[in-house]
């Protein structure tokens, strides 16, 4: 009797250092991190429609533009990918794309926005800018924040002895936002009014 709770013993104590519980503690992390990113990129997206409407006060005939700002937030809003979905490569691939579209329809705004000076001095327009930069700010830390996690979570999934139980538990590595995509969202549209705008200042 006393060998089988040995046994047990043995065991239990083999399974706390497998790293099953360190994975599922970082993978919750990564899902974590992403839900702040897509709570960034929301906070953007709901203070477009006030930054539009406030350009289109004083240059309404710049309706491609505003065109194109709206439908990109209409295809950003139509992707919808959280924290269970962001495993799938080929949808945080989707959703990054949507992202930078979105950035540089955002950019092209702003830059019309440049020919403007009454627009410029508009107290609504000035808040809208102030609140734009400090989200694209909180973006970037958001996507930081996650692609640490999800480096962490990767490295325990992938070194031994932790590899052997994200196989054994059928635990792979989760997509990141790769090189390609990553510079494209990384190009925040410019807020700076004070000297010509271009997209990734």
């Given at each position: 009797?006393?060998?089988?709770?040995?046994?047990?013993?043995?065991?239990l104590?083999?399974?706390?250092?497998?790293?099953?519980?360190?994975?599922?503690?970082?993978?919750?992390?990564?899902?974590?991190?992403?839900?702040?990113?897509?709570?960034?990129y929301?906070?953007?997206?709901?203070?477009?429609?006030?930054?539009?409407n406030?350009?289109?006060?004083?240059?309404?005939?710049?309706?491609d533009?505003?065109?194109?700002?709206?439908?990109?937030?209409?295809?950003?809003?139509?992707?919808?990918?959280?924290?269970?979905?962001?495993?799938?490569?080929q949808?945080?691939?989707?959703?990054?794309?949507a992202q930078?579209?979105?950035?540089?329809a955002?950019?092209?705004?702003?830059v019309?926005?440049?020919?403007?000076?009454?627009?410029?001095?508009?107290?609504?327009?000035?808040?809208?800018?102030a609140?734009?930069?400090?989200?694209e700010?909180?973006?970037?830390?958001?996507?930081?924040?996650?692609i640490?996690?999800?480096?962490?979570?990767?490295?325990t999934?992938?070194?031994?002895?932790?590899?052997?139980?994200?196989?054994a538990?059928?635990?792979?590595?989760?997509?990141?936002?790769t090189v390609?995509?990553?510079?494209?969202?990384a190009?925040?549209?410019?807020?700076?009014?004070?000297?010509?705008?271009s997209?990734?200042?």
């Amino acid at each position: 009797m006393l060998k089988k709770w040995l046994i047990i013993l043995l065991l239990l104590s083999g399974l706390t250092g497998c790293g099953y519980n360190t994975m599922q503690t970082q993978d919750e992390a990564a899902n974590a991190a992403w839900s702040e990113v897509v709570n960034q990129y929301q906070r953007r997206a709901d203070l477009i429609p006030n930054l539009v409407n406030t350009v289109k006060g004083y240059a309404s005939h710049e309706k491609d533009v505003l065109t194109q700002v709206t439908a990109a937030r209409s295809r950003v809003g139509s992707i919808q990918l959280d924290a269970s979905t962001a495993t799938d490569p080929q949808k945080l691939n989707d959703y990054a794309a949507a992202q930078q579209q979105l950035g540089s329809a955002l950019s092209r705004l702003l830059v019309v926005s440049e020919n403007y000076p009454q627009l410029k001095a508009d107290g609504a327009f000035r808040d809208l800018q102030a609140q734009l930069e400090g989200t694209e700010n909180r973006i970037a830390l958001a996507r930081k924040r996650y692609i640490d996690a999800i480096q962490s979570y990767n490295s325990t999934v992938r070194t031994f002895p932790g590899n052997l139980t994200a196989m054994a538990f059928g635990l792979k590595t989760r997509p990141n936002f790769t090189v390609e995509n990553e510079k494209a969202i990384a190009a925040a549209p410019t807020v700076s009014f004070g000297q010509p705008a271009s997209a990734g200042q």
